[in-house]
């Protein structure tokens, strides 16, 4: 059984940070693209970073360069999202998504609240 099991979400005062990790099992986890999404209430779903099979390309959205990290760790089977600098703008609901071929599997997501 697939499973994408995100964590590290929760609230947070403005220039703070979060580490965000997603736990993965039930297929090739080092085939698979990761990428980190974020959708806020009344937005539509936007693409935060993602990471190749291997690890050696990254890339992120210009709203989050900077201060975004992800990394991945083959052995463990887990991706990680280091967030630093913290907005207001950052609150959404993240999600951990694999890809690969066409075919992708979602986790429920991970709830971060920037705020004073």
Not at 49 to 70: E, H, M, P, Q
């Amino acid at each position: 059984q697939v499973q994408l099991v995100e964590s590290g979400g929760g609230l947070v005062q403005p220039g703070g940070s979060l580490r965000l990790s997603c736990a993965a099992s039930g297929f090739t986890f080092s085939s698979y693209v990761m990428s980190w999404y974020r959708q806020a209430p009344g937005k539509e779903r936007e693409l935060v970073a993602l990471i190749t099979s291997s690890g050696g390309i990254t890339n992120y959205a210009d709203s989050v360069k900077g201060r975004f990290t992800i990394a991945r760790d083959n052995g463990k089977k887990t991706v990680n999202l280091q967030m630093n600098s913290l907005k207001p703008e950052d609150t959404a609901m993240y999600h951990c998504r694999a890809g690969r071929s066409g075919v992708e599997y979602w986790g429920r997501g991970t709830q971060v609240t920037v705020s004073s």
